[in-house]
């Protein structure tokens, strides 16, 4: 194990900034999962970790020991890629066995690690066939098993489970999930998708523009959001927004209910919710309209469970109610968390 450390990191491609001034550190052992849209520049900075891309500035330690001018196979690191790229005339043991061959590993080493591999992610009975004649989650192993092998101080994966449908990708996250605390490598994981990272990471480092925006637990990054942006990446209904007074206010569809349904509870800011339509999802419903009273423009969204009666029904005004420590405000131009304000929103 080893911890992964960027200081300064700074990569240019011509006029872009894909990756402005990161400084990083995970723990040892560690799950981080880098998160954020396409183009933020976290699988450049993946990159610049692996020595696959030089940095412009700043430098990338990996246990304690700078490695910027390192070339990858000289860092200790294992990556595994969105392809996976398995050699396809190969069989599984012979695609595992690769890098042991590229490192001049002796041969009579081989078939322990192999065997090692694939008896810690259940592959042991594929060693003999093709990748075309596996799953996707089964190659996603090999790709895996052929990683570790190497024994690396570190694993980086870019988004090695995108190419899954969302069944397996479930399974697989899992599967993945469990391997790592098995081996208690420190990982890097890179990811768009939300879920994953809130499945997977023991801290989410959220990034935009080439920045961290926040990093912490997923409870942090849910619970309070650094800023509005993190604060609408994160969750699905992402968190609604309204202009009020200079600032943004913000609060969880799931925080959101009939006033019917909050019991008498005390502490509760009361909103009129015009509703426009309502989506049944099974479990939950999505309820959507605006709040007038306090930002006519704004979309609202509500995330209602089934055991909440159906008492929105579309084209009315609804007494709604949410939490005030529910509340979460931000500047309306920056976007930077702010402490509440005195008195009501509405």
Request: glycine share 10%; net charge neutral; charged share 25%.
């Amino acid at each position: 194990m080893a911890v992964v450390e960027t200081r300064g990191l700074r990569k240019r491609f011509g006029d872009t900034v894909a990756v402005d001034g990161i400084d990083l550190l995970t723990g040892e052992g560690e799950y981080l999962v880098l998160l954020g849209p396409s183009g933020c520049g976290k699988t450049t900075l993946l990159r610049l970790i692996a020595g696959l891309e030089s940095p412009s500035e700043g430098d990338v330690l990996i246990g304690g020991r700078a490695v910027t001018s390192l070339p990858p196979r000289a860092r200790r690191i294992a990556m595994v890629f969105q392809s996976y790229a398995l050699y396809p005339h190969k069989s599984v043991s012979r695609n595992i066995a690769f890098p042991l061959a590229a490192a001049g590993v002796p041969k009579d080493e081989w078939r322990q690690r192999i065997h090692w591999a694939a008896s810690l992610l259940g592959i042991e009975h594929l060693l003999d066939r093709k990748p075309r004649e596996l799953s996707g989650g089964e190659r996603q192993r090999v790709a895996l098993a052929r990683a570790m092998v190497r024994e690396p101080e570190v694993f980086l994966l870019d988004e090695p489970l995108s190419n899954l449908d969302a069944k397996l990708r479930a399974t697989a996250r899992d599967e993945l999930k469990q391997f790592q605390q098995r081996i208690g490598t420190t990982t890097v994981y890179v990811t768009h998708d939300q879920t994953e990272a809130m499945g997977l990471g023991e801290r989410i480092a959220v990034l935009e523009h080439g920045r961290i925006q926040q990093i912490g637990s997923p409870r942090e990054i849910y619970e309070d959001p650094a800023n509005a942006f993190v604060a609408t990446f994160v969750g699905a209904p992402p968190m609604n927004l309204l202009q009020r007074n200079g600032m943004l206010v913000g609060f969880r569809p799931e925080h959101f209910l009939p006033e019917s349904a909050a019991g008498g509870r005390a502490g509760l800011q009361r909103l009129s919710f015009k509703v426009g339509r309502v989506e049944y999802l099974g479990s939950d419903r999505y309820v959507y309209g605006r709040v007038p009273e306090v930002d006519p423009e704004a979309k609202v969204v509500a995330k209602l469970p089934s055991t909440v009666p159906d008492v929105v029904p579309s084209g009315e005004t609804v007494p709604f109610v949410v939490p005030l420590d529910a509340l979460r405000f931000f500047d309306r131009d920056t976007g930077v968390r702010k402490p509440p304000p005195p008195g009501p929103i509405a």
